[in-house]
């Protein structure tokens, strides 16, 4: 594994103790009633959502380092598939957390598009990825 794919999954592993915090973070919201969460139905699913994402996505992430050096591409593209594929499990939660941050959010204000283009740099990144594998 190259250097900069060490450090990037370096950076992924240091980023789970604080998945695992927001976990334990939605565990008491739901344990102890805390107002605007458990009776904001909006709210709670896109915060369970945003965790589950951010879960995922650095597990995708790490798993995904192991074949970026593998790839037939350019060095310069190679960092450019790392970046694109560790922005996901960053842009996607906190578009899901930061849409409905005040806990009277009913609707997702506009930070909700980081959604998508979490989304976006993770689609471009994983198909790049898969051409310079194939």
Do not use: C
């Not at 976006?120 to 310079?132: D, E, N, P, R």
């Amino acid at each position: 594994m190259s250097p900069a794919s060490l450090s990037t999954a370096g950076v992924l592993l240091i980023t789970v103790p604080t998945i695992a915090f927001g976990g334990v973070t939605l565990l008491r919201f739901l344990m102890r009633n805390v107002p605007g969460y458990l009776d904001n139905p909006v709210r709670r699913g896109l915060w369970r959502a945003g965790h589950a994402h951010a879960g995922v996505l650095v597990l995708f992430s790490l798993v995904a380092m192991l074949y970026v050096d593998q790839a037939a591409l350019s060095d310069p593209v190679k960092e450019w598939v790392r970046l694109s594929i560790v922005a996901a499990p960053i842009l996607m939660p906190l578009g899901f957390f930061l849409s409905v941050a005040r806990p009277g959010d009913t609707k997702p204000n506009k930070l909700i598009y980081l959604t998508f283009l979490g989304g976006a740099s993770l689609a471009v990144g994983t198909l790049t990825l898969g051409i310079g594998l194939v």
